[in-house]
Structures are given as C-alpha cells and as structure tokens.
Antibody, heavy 123, light 107 residues
C-alpha cells in the first residue's frame, strides 16, 4: 500500500525558517514524482511544484518559484518543502502527493496524498 | 496560466439525485483534466484522470466527460458520503492548475 506520511503541525513566527517532510513507503520512491499542494485556510488547492527523487529534477509553479525550496533525500525516501523566511501569508495546509507519470503533457494527476501538514505563521 | 472555472460554486441536492459539476478552462487542455474529492479535514482523493478515466477503487456512479475547454463530473445517484468539495485540475499547460472547487451539499 502506498503511503505518504507528513510531519506534524508547526507554529512559527514571521521571519523564521521551516522544513516540512513527506516520507513515502509501499512503492519505489525514486521512480515517481512527488509534488506539493498548498491550501490556505478556507480556500482551494494550489499546485506548488514537483520533484523526481531519482535525480532531484525539480519544477516549480511560477507563483512559488523563489518562495519555497523542494528537495528529496532518496536514501530515506523523504521529500521536503522548506521556507527560509516565513511570512504570515504562508499559513496553510500543505499536502505532498505522488503522481504515477510525467509525460509530454506534464505531470500526471496526484493519485496518492499525504495527510497534510498545517503551518501557522503568526507573531 | 490556464484558469479553470468551476460551476456552480455550491450545489444543493438530496441523496439519490444526480449531480452535474462543470469545469471550464480558459484555453484548451485537450483531455488532460483530473477530478478530486475533498471532505472536511481530509486530504483530497483522486477520482478521475484524462477527463473520463476513473481511478482505482472509484465507484461507477462517478463519471467524467469533456474535451478541450468544457468538462463535466457526473455523480449518477448521490450517496451520503459523496457530499464534499470537488476540484478539477489541468496538466496540459505549465503550471498545472486547479479550479476553485464546487461544494456539493445536502439539501
């Protein structure tokens, strides 16, 4: 069974840094792209970016390029999303999700999801 | 960036009724459209890929159709567990984008 298990909730102050994690199991972690999706409080889903853990090829949505960093450590089957300087507007739920393919049209849909990590940024 | 507009924003129906949810793209996405379901406090659940292909384990009452700019998710006979928010997502153009969601609520 495919499982993506995310790190727990965080409460941080503006200006602080943060790195959240997503550990994959039940499948070959290095062979499938993992992406990140933001959901701000009471709002819809936003596609942030995606990484291929096999070679760390990373692609960002322009809205998130330069705002976050996506990485992966294939030795421990874990993907990460990090901020160097948090803002209050980074408050939200962050989901990691796996896609089964990436073809000429782009990354496939997310077929397995983590449980989400709630990030609260407040002074 | 392709904008996906879902309608209606809220749909109020009773169990047993048929639900029809719409997703319109600002430009053609061919058939590269997926649908997800999200219940309160839960992660989204993948329902349909490539406009009309049900994901593994998704009941047959869920069906998708459309191509180009106009897409529909149909739930043939609503079950109590189907009341949730539904999102469409395109992957045809970079970046992939989601619609704003349709809330399906019990009437």
């Amino acid at each position: 069974e495919v499982q993506l298990v995310q790190s727990g909730a965080y409460v941080k102050k503006p200006g602080e840094s943060l790195k959240i994690s997503c550990k994959g199991s039940g499948y070959r972690f290095t062979s499938y792209w993992i992406g990140w999706v933001r959901q701000m409080p009471g709002k819809g889903l936003e596609w942030m970016g995606i990484i291929y853990p096999g070679d760390s090829d990373t692609r960002y949505s322009p809205s998130f390029q330069g705002q976050v960093t996506i990485s992966a450590d294939k030795s421990i089957s874990t993907a990460y999303l990090q901020w160097s300087t948090l803002k209050a507007s980074d408050t939200g739920m962050y989901y990691c999700a796996k896609t089964s393919f990436y073809d000429t049209s782009g990354p496939g849909p997310f077929d397995s999801w983590g449980q989400g990590t709630l990030v609260t940024v407040s002074s | 960036e392709i904008v996906l507009t879902q309608s209606p924003a809220t749909l109020s129906l009773s169990p047993g009724e048929r639900a029809t949810l719409s997703c319109r793209a600002s430009q053609s996405v061919s058939s590269s459209l997926a649908w997800y379901q999200q219940k309160p406090g839960q992660a989204p659940r993948f329902l349909i890929s490539d406009a009309s292909n049900r994901a593994t384990g998704i009941p047959a009452r869920f069906s998708g159709s459309g191509t180009g700019t106009d897409f529909t998710l149909t739930i043939s006979s609503l079950e109590p567990e189907d009341f949730a928010v539904y999102y469409c997502q395109q992957r045809s153009n970079w970046p992939p984008t989601f619609g704003q969601g349709t809330k399906l609520e019990i009437k």
